[in-house]
């Protein structure tokens, strides 16, 4: 009567334990890629217009300067945090952009990036000196830097134009069909895919996501990366805006209203886990992508609004997060 | 100097907003000029309402260590919703914003409560998705000439404005369930130690879906009173941020972000506070972006001040 | 031969609990050194100061020869103790290579990792501790002991000169005990010294050359494990002279309420959960106290969670009263009139912010209420009803319960649980951390309730509580009861000989090591060290 065996359960095989553990991660990391995939075959066959090289380049373009503001996103996710003063860096940063134009285009590069930086390194030192929430810290950076710029461009009546066209030249140029800032975002995600699967830091902000306590234990500087990855999540929002207000030829104040969120959206909706630990950049591009071609499509059916397009990812955003707790409930069970 | 700190801290939590009230009070009665007419005082009043009516449900949930997003865009659903069946009577259309808001408050409670998904990322989704939703329902922005409902919006009673008497109405009534009812209770258990509330045979998961159930009728109260006062439905921006003005008036309100404490007045005060604030500033030239940036460092402090007392 | 590390004289005390007088301990290089002691007796505290979680009061820490103060864990790490905890503290959602060489990773061209490098790093590395995986994979797809072995393994490579580890076969597989053991016979042979906190005897007896026993704080024993026997061991780890005669009101218990017969009125019938309990069977009469006895880890707290439906089970049934209990519910289970006394008070049992009043009152609150309204009238007359019941000792009812003191932390605790009138009550150590005053008068309320004709079912690491206390033992062992005294048979020398009975059964076929859950230790760790 005391054999202490303890198997009493049916315990599923490793085999199958191991292929359901796998295909739970492909899902999660290659899901919205999937689905991205399948839309695009699917308003293929159902709109003469859908896939066309003009409607492609467009979804692309549009899509670019939220990619920028998601992938800074991204990091901060994994990380644990979150990010919700991003919308209002991409607001500030065109502004201070146009108004920096005046002065030659490095300024107007130079200054907006300073400026973001800066309250990036702010919260990131707020967040990881106080233990503060990110949520709470980030949402008063919201605010604050709004009210930045609307001190700034005086109380938003006044909108800088761009008349460098050195400057306006790199959100409008293009090539081969695609404006400059896609390249740009091109090369920023490979940049951040390297910076994230192939480097120290980038090893470290997964570990703190993942479990802070243990990443203090194996030597992380978690207080450095903390502050870092805030930093850059400020510096992208801060280019993105830049980028959109060379495009525009001017700073727009009345963009960037619940950009965050799209934001934060792209990134959980590309599998990246809101508790942080995991995820990716390759998932957040798909993630921006498939919101575009959401929208595009919804374009092409031509008699609904634009704001059908926000029932679609508001339902596919609370699809994504329920699968993902099955998944991870799934995966600790195995 | 040891014993002051934690002291001083806990004197602001408690007490601060009181105080911050009164003195910004005081202030305008000695430097602002015709602060104390009474139509410029009942403006403030009507303005701050519906983020009184919101901040109640989020203060709730807040307590129990969550956090409802969702609120802007169900006063917009709700919106919605009261002009397309005000054909049937203004009262069937309230009830069915009503409904519209606690069906909301019902699939966030139940992401959270039931499937485990955090209240961040459950509001968020119904954030992004509900505002889609009423603006599918109603495109743009409706005038309407039902009369009671333009009645509700701008009659006061004894001077006060019908609304100001709701919220006031509603301020009590949830003093009472915080204070006096076992579910106000079990939600102030469940945020101050969840497992230990499980232990003690709570139904945890039935209080937290009633929770957000609340917030979400709040908000749609707010979003049809909010409409009735414009004499017009605007889905696509009413209650745009509101989420922000509730969390920040909770969270002057001394109320902790990690739960366990509902302060109800002091959330209130809180809405007052930031309303007042915006109002003095703007009375004295500063423009609003100021706002913006004193309620940003006004956040910050409160909930410094709140994490002190926390770790103590 | 120089010690490695050395501990001499440390002191530590907290707010109310001195947690480690005056104790010394010496570990040589390549020796492995068992430390072993109940709940409470230090363990923890000690390898927290070895690893620089706490700085020691009193006494000095000698590391290589010399006298060393470790800040933080980290730097404990970086001059080379690493610590193996049963939880293992890695990232679980990163690859296994990952894990292994986080900070140390194979650099490529541009200074970036590279990734081929790296992973056959890591297989390599691995495969020296019998761990055979895909290391791309991430580290929670492991079996726990694999995970261990990684922990280990990422030990080691950073040069460590000792290596602590605390209870590190809690959750391992038999085969994946014999991996660990030839693991630290390995570390031995290059000088490595170990530090093994376990609670399998018969695993200490396999593998450690020298061991120390705490108790309550203090050096209880030191010296040579083979010649120490076993029975011998277990009486020192629970402080009872082998020849000591029962004392005469040691505890408040009188022991006079009649033995209780009749039908149960709780009855659990082969409570399983995996890794866990196997197959328990408890039942409690009304007016009956049994006892729980057992080493630590044994599945005591878990067979009592289980019965509240506060751990969700994969086998077995509760009755209350005949009448089966829907599973995995307290609320079901406090309905039927079964609650349980957690054995965590911090948390799992007070609510820190709110006053003692509504603490008591919380579980009750749907029977103080009409139509969901509380009457504030029936509370303050049960919260009086108890608190002067309970000897409650506070400024007010409306004192906040986080400002009390930890024996009227439980009396308040207990009140609660004794407001919602059950039938049967779970007591989870009901008198751990709380000061002899209060013990008492907890011991006399027991007795008090099982005189009412309440079941009692009661979980002591106190043999003698358990002793004079319990009309009935069970003792457990590896979730499975093992022995059961009634009557006269309830004498501490019979509950430590059944223990040990059958940890000698374990010796005799290793393969019989099972899987034991220990999560209880960390829990008491905390509540001495809060």
């Known amino acids: 009567m005391t054999s202490p065996t303890m198997n009493l359960t049916d315990q599923p095989s490793a085999n199958g334990s191991a292929r359901r553990e796998r295909t739970g991660r492909v899902l999660q990391q290659h899901g919205a890629l999937m689905v991205l995939a399948l839309l695009v075959i699917v308003g293929s066959l159902a709109f003469d217009s859908f896939a066309t ?173 903390k502050v870092l990855v805030y930093v850059m999540s400020a510096l992208l929002a801060g280019l993105a805006g830049v980028l959109n207000a060379a495009r525009l030829s001017s700073g727009v104040t ?61 339902a596919f955003l609370a699809l994504v997060v329920v699968a993902q707790r099955l998944l991870s409930k799934a995966q600790r069970l195995s | 100097m040891a014993e002051l700190k934690p002291r001083l801290y806990a004197w602001v939590q408690d007490y601060g907003v009181y105080a911050a009230v009164l003195a910004l009070l005081l202030f305008n009665v000695l430097f602002t000029p015709n602060f104390l007419d009474v139509s410029n005082f009942r403006t403030q009043l009507v303005q701050v309402t519906p983020i009184v009516i919101v901040s109640l449900g989020m203060a709730l949930v807040i307590g129990t260590q969550g956090i409802d997003l969702s609120v802007g865009s169900v006063m917009a659903l709700a919106a919605a919703l009261v002009v397309l069946y005000l054909g049937y009577g203004w009262l069937p259309a309230l009830a069915v914003a009503l409904v519209g808001g606690a069906a909301v408050g019902a699939a966030g409670g139940a992401l959270v409560a039931y499937a485990g998904v955090q209240p961040i990322v459950a509001t968020l989704a119904l954030l992004v998705g509900v505002r889609g939703l009423a603006n599918v329902l109603v495109p743009q922005l409706v005038e309407f000439r039902n009369p009671d409902l333009i009645a509700l919006g701008s009659s006061s009673v004894a001077g006060i404005p019908v609304i100001v008497l709701i919220a006031a109405a509603l301020t009590l009534a949830m003093l009472f369930v915080v204070r006096r009812t076992t579910f106000g209770r079990q939600v102030v258990a469940i945020g101050g130690n969840r497992s230990a509330s499980e232990l003690s045979g709570l139904p945890v998961q039935r209080v937290l879906l009633l929770v957000y159930v609340i917030s979400g009728l709040l908000a749609a109260l707010a979003g049809v009173l909010a409409t009735a006062r414009l004499q017009a439905s605007d889905p696509t921006s009413l209650g745009l941020f509101i989420e922000l003005s509730a969390i920040t008036a909770v969270v002057v309100g ?44 006004i956040i910050l402090a409160a909930v410094y001040a709140t994490r002190e007392r926390a770790s103590r | 031969m120089e010690p490695v590390l050395e501990a001499k004289g440390i002191s530590k005390s907290f707010p109310g609990v001195l947690a480690l007088d005056g104790v010394s301990l010496a570990l040589n290089p390549g020796e492995v050194h068992a430390l072993v002691g109940e709940n409470g007796a230090g363990k923890s505290t000690l390898i927290k100061v070895f690893t620089g979680v706490y700085r020691p009061d009193g006494g000095e820490l000698r590391y290589l020869g010399a006298p060393a103060a470790f800040g933080t864990p980290l730097e404990a790490q970086r001059a080379g103790i690493s610590t193996i905890y049963q939880e293992v503290n890695l990232v679980p959602m990163m690859s296994v290579a990952r894990n292994l060489l986080l900070g140390r990773e194979p650099r490529g061209r541009f200074g970036v990792i590279d990734a081929a490098r790296m992973y056959g790093a890591a297989e390599q590395v691995l495969a020296g501790y019998g761990v055979d995986a895909d290391v791309r994979r991430p580290l929670r797809t492991l079996g726990v002991g694999a995970q261990q072995m990684v922990a280990l393994a990422r030990a080691v490579s950073v040069d460590a000169r000792v290596v602590i580890m605390d209870e590190p076969t809690s959750s391992l597989e038999p085969r994946e005990v014999e991996t660990l053991f030839g693991v630290i016979r390995r570390l031995r042979e290059t000088g490595i010294a170990v530090i093994y906190v376990s609670h399998r005897l018969g695993e200490l007896y396999q593998v450690c050359d020298r061991v120390t026993v705490l108790r309550d704080g203090r050096l209880a024993h030191t010296g040579e494990l083979a010649e120490l026997p076993r029975l011998e061991l277990i009486s020192l780890m629970l402080g009872r002279e082998l020849n000591e005669v029962k004392a005469e009101g040691v505890t408040r218990f009188s022991h006079d309420h009649a033995l209780a017969d009749g039908e149960p009125v709780v009855e659990a019938r082969g409570l399983a959960r995996r890794h866990v309990l196997n197959g328990v069977d408890v039942s409690v009469r009304p007016g009956e106290v049994v006892g729980l006895g057992g080493l630590l880890g044994a599945g005591r707290t878990e067979t009592a969670k289980a019965i509240a439906g506060a751990l969700p089970i994969d086998g077995g049934q509760v009755l209350v009263a005949g009448l089966p209990l829907r599973g995995g519910s307290t609320t079901a289970a406090i309905r039927a009139g079964v609650s349980l006394l957690p054995e965590d008070r911090k948390a799992e049992g007070i609510i820190p912010g709110l006053s003692v009043r509504e603490n008591i009152a919380l579980a009750a609150l749907p029977s103080l209420a009409k139509a969901g309204v509380v009457s504030e009238a029936k509370i303050d007359a049960v919260v009086e009803i108890f608190m002067r019941r309970l000897k409650i000792k506070a400024a007010s009812p409306g004192q906040p319960v986080a400002e009390l003191s930890g024996g009227n932390q439980q009396k308040v605790l207990l009140a609660r649980l004794l407001a919602v009138r059950p039938k049967v009550v779970l007591l989870d150590e009901p008198t751990r951390g709380i000061d002899v005053g209060a013990k008492a008068e907890v011991q006399a309320l027991i007795d008090e309730l099982a005189g009412e004709g309440l079941g009692v079912l009661l979980i002591s690491s106190d043999l003698g509580e358990l002793v004079e206390g319990a009309d009935r033992v069970l003792v457990l062992r590896e979730g499975a009861v093992v022995g059961e005294l009634a009557g006269a048979e309830v004498t501490e020398e019979r509950i430590m000989a059944t223990i040990a009975e059958q940890a000698g059964a374990e010796q005799a076929g290793s393969d019989q090591v099972g899987a034991e859950q220990a999560g209880s230790e960390q829990a008491g760790a905390e509540q001495s060290g809060g």
């Open chain 1, 53 to 225: 090289a003009g409607n492609a380049a467009s979804v692309v373009v549009s899509s670019s300067f939220l990619a920028i503001i998601a992938i800074g996103m991204t990091f901060v996710i994994i990380s644990g945090g979150i990010d919700l003063s991003v919308g209002s860096l991409f607001v500030l940063g065109g502004v201070l952009a146009a108004y920096g134009s005046q002065y030659g285009t490095a300024v107007a590069l130079l200054l907006p990036l300073t400026v973001c930086g800066v309250v990036g390194l702010a919260q990131g030192l707020i967040i990881a000196r106080t233990g503060m929430a990110p949520f709470i810290v980030t949402l008063a950076g919201l605010l604050g830097v709004r009210g930045l710029m609307l001190a700034i461009s005086d109380e938003g009546a006044t909108t800088f134009l761009v008349r460098d066209p050195a400057f306006a030249a790199l959100g409008q140029g293009d090539l081969l069909g695609l404006t400059y800032p896609v390249y740009v975002t091109a090369a920023l995600a490979l940049a951040a895919m390297v910076l994230l699967q192939r480097t120290g830091f980038g090893q470290n902000v997964y570990a703190i996501g993942g479990n802070e306590q243990a990443a203090a234990l194996m030597g992380v500087p978690v207080a450095r990366t």
């Open chain 1, 254 to 314: 009345i963009l960037g209203i619940g950009l965050e969120l799209d934001a934060i959206s792209a990134v959980v909706i590309g599998g990246t886990l809101l508790t942080g630990g995991a995820g990716g950049i390759t998932g957040t591009v798909a993630g921006v992508l498939l919101l575009g071609v959401i929208q595009s499509l919804i374009n092409q059916v031509g008699n609904l609004t634009s704001a059908f397009q926000q029932v679609v990812s508001g």
């Open chain 2, 254 to 297: 001394g109320t902790p972000l990690t739960g366990g404490r509902i302060r109800v007045l002091s959330t209130v005060m809180g809405a007052l506070l930031m309303q007042l604030l915006s109002a003095t500033l703007i009375k004295h030239n500063l423009p609003q972006s100021w706002t913006q940036m004193v309620q940003a460092v």
